[in-house]
C-alpha cells in the first residue's frame, strides 16, 4: 500500500519549518520538499549583516543544511526542482528539475515531470519588487534576497571600492543596507517615493529616524520617485528620481516585498489580502488538501481583527509549525499578529507593534496617542541613552492599539511587553500595572513604556 505523501512547494522557513514539523509527528509520512533555489531553510534578516561585514561565513545564515534534512530527518529535498503547475483537481505538481532522488539535480539536465500529492503545502514565500524602469540591469544595482545576492554585493564593496551608493527605499532592509554601506565607508543616499523614512511608523516617529539617519551623514531624498538607473558601458553612474540625478557606483533595492502566489492564483485557489493566499487559522486554504504558510500567506491581525500580510521570518516560521503539525494529523492553531518588527541603525532602534494612526483612522476608531521622551536606564546611570515611546488606545474600554519606540541601545526590545498586551488583549490600565524588571542599569523605576501608558491613561 503506498504511503501518504505530503509535497512542500518552497524550502525555506515555512516549508522546512513544517516539513520538520510533519515527519517528527508521522515517521511514516513521504515528504517531498521542492526547491527552486539551491539554498534551504536560510535567514534572510542576516543578509545585510553579512554585508556589513558582522561575520564572515554566509553559511552561519543557514539554520540546517540540506544534508541534515535528508540524511536525519528522511525528507525528500530537491534543489534547483522549479514547480511550474499545480493541478488541484488530480492533486499533483509539474516540476522542472532533475529526476526524483536526484538529490538537487547536480550534474543532471533538468526535465519536467508530474508529482502527485495527498496533501500540497504551498510556501513559495516572497519576491523582491523590482521596478520597471530603465537601466534595471546595470552592472552595480543590487538586490538583497538569497545567500548569493549577499556573497555578490560584499564582494563588489570590498573589491571594487566604490564611493557612493544609493538605497532605493527607506523601509526595514533599506535602512539596514545603509548601516551595512556606512560600515564600508561609502557615501550614502536614500530614495523615497514617501515624505518619510519607515513607513510603518507614524510621522512624528519616522522624523526621529530621519534626524538619527542625517545625524550619520545619509542624503535623504524623501517624496522623490524612482525614475530610472543611468549607465556608461553598462556600468551605474547614477539613480535618476523626479526630482534629480544622484551619482552612484552603487545602488540596493530595498523596496519591499510581495506574497510569491503566482502558482496559486493560476490554480485557482483564493488569494486575499495584497494578494496572499487566503487560508484560516489552521493554515488551510480554500481548496481541500492544499494549505499555504509563510510570506505568501495571509495572518490575521489581533487589534484590526482583519487580515493582512506580514513577510517576517517569525510569521512564517510559527505557520510552518502549525501547518506541520494539522499536516501530520495534529491539531494545532496559528491565532495570528500584531506586526511587531525591530531594527536599526548603529545606535538608533526601530521598534513597533500593532497599528499606527492612520491605520486607527482608516478603521474608524477613536483613539487618543501619547508621546513621552525618558531614558534607557537611571538618569544617573552611566550609558543612559534617550527614548522615545508612542502608545495609541482606543477611547471607551481603554483598549490598547499600538505602539512605537526609537531610541538608544537598549529601546527596541522594549516594545515586547506592549506586543505581549496587545495580543493578550490587555486594556491600557492593565498595561500600567505591569510587574515589569527594574534596576538602575536597565531603566528608571518607572519604564519608558509604563510612562507612556500613564500618560495615554490620562488622555483616557
Known amino acids: 500500500m503506498p504511503r501518504e505523501r505530503l509535497v512542500v512547494i518552497g524550502g525555506n522557513a515555512a516549508g522546512m519549518s513544517a516539513a520538520s514539523q510533519a515527519r517528527r509527528r508521522r515517521p511514516d509520512l513521504e515528504i517531498i520538499v521542492l526547491e527552486k533555489g539551491i539554498h534551504v531553510s536560510y535567514a534572510a534578516c542576516a543578509l545585510p549583516y553579512y554585508v556589513a561585514k558582522y561575520f564572515d561565513d554566509i553559511g552561519a ?107 532605493v527605499g527607506g523601509g526595514y532592509i533599506g535602512l539596514e543596507m545603509v548601516e551595512a554601506l556606512l560600515s564600508h565607508g561609502l557615501q550614502v543616499a536614500v530614495v523615497d517615493m514617501l515624505p518619510q523614512v519607515m513607513g510603518t511608523l507614524d510621522a512624528d516617529m519616522a522624523a526621529l529616524v530621519a534626524e538619527a539617519l542625517q545625524g550619520l551623514g545619509v542624503d535623504l531624498h524623501l517624496g522623490e520617485a524612482l525614475r530610472g538607473f543611468e549607465a556608461e558601458g553598462g556600468r551605474l553612474i547614477a539613480v535618476a528620481t523626479d526630482k534629480a540625478a544622484l551619482p552612484a557606483d552603487v545602488a540596493v533595492l530595498g523596496l519591499g516585498i510581495r506574497p510569491n502566489t503566482a502558482l496559486a492564483r493560476a490554480a485557482g485557489i483564493p488569494l486575499g489580502e495584497r494578494g496572499a493566499v487566503r487560508v484560516d487559522d489552521t493554515l488551510r486554504t480554500q481548496v481541500a488538501g492544499i494549505w499555504a504558510a509563510g510570506d505568501c500567506a495571509e495572518s490575521f491581525h489581533l487589534v484590526s481583527r482583519k487580515p493582512v500580510s506580514i513577510a517576517l521570518g517569525t510569521v512564517a516560521n510559527k505557520q510552518g509549525r502549525v501547518a506541520g503539525i494539522n499536516l501530520a494529523g495534529g491539531r494545532a492553531r496559528f491565532p495570528g499578529v500584531v506586526g511587531t518588527a525591530v531594527t536599526r541603525v548603529f545606535e538608533t532602534e526601530i521598534a513597533r507593534t500593532g497599528l499606527q494612526e492612520r491605520e486607527a483612522q482608516a478603521l474608524g476608531l477613536d483613539y487618543v496617542s501619547a508621546r513621552i521622551e525618558s531614558r534607557t536606564r537611571a538618569g544617573y546611570y552611566p550609558g543612559a541613552g534617550a527614548i522615545t515611546v508612542k502608545v495609541l488606545a482606543e477611547k471607551g474600554a481603554g483598549r490598547l492599539l499600538g505602539g512605537q519606540i526609537v531610541g538608544a541601545p537598549g529601546s527596541a526590545k522594549r ?26 542599569p536597565f531603566s528608571g523605576v518607572w519604564d519608558p513604556v509604563l510612562i507612556a501608558a500613564r500618560q495615554v491613561l490620562r488622555l483616557l
Not at 511550474?84 to 529526476?99: F, N, S, T
Not at 516594545?415 to 524588571?437: S, T, Y
Open 415 to 440: 516594545i515586547d511587553p506592549l506586543a505581549v498586551a496587545l495580543q493578550a488583549g490587555l486594556a491600557v490600565e492593565d498595561v500600567v500595572n505591569l510587574d515589569l524588571g527594574y534596576a538602575p
Open 61 to 167: 545564515a543557514v539554520a540546517r543544511s540540506a544534508e541534515t534534512f535528508r540524511d536525519k530527518l528522511k525528507i525528500d529535498l530537491r534543489l534547483n526542482s522549479e514547480v511550474l503547475e499545480i493541478d488541484p483537481g488530480v492533486r499533483r505538481v509539474r516540476v522542472k528539475g532533475a529526476a526524483p532522488g536526484a538529490g538537487g539535480g547536480t550534474g543532471e539536465s533538468p526535465r519536467e515531470y508530474w508529482e502527485p500529492f495527498d496533501n500540497l503545502l504551498i510556501a513559495t514565500g516572497a519576491v523582491p519588487i523590482r521596478p520597471p524602469v530603465p537601466g534595471l540591469e546595470s552592472q552595480g544595482v543590487y538586490g538583497l534576497s538569497t545567500p548569493d545576492d549577499g556573497v555578490v554585493l560584499r564582494r563588489a564593496l570590498e573589491t571594487q571600492k566604490p564611493r557612493r551608493a544609493v538605497v
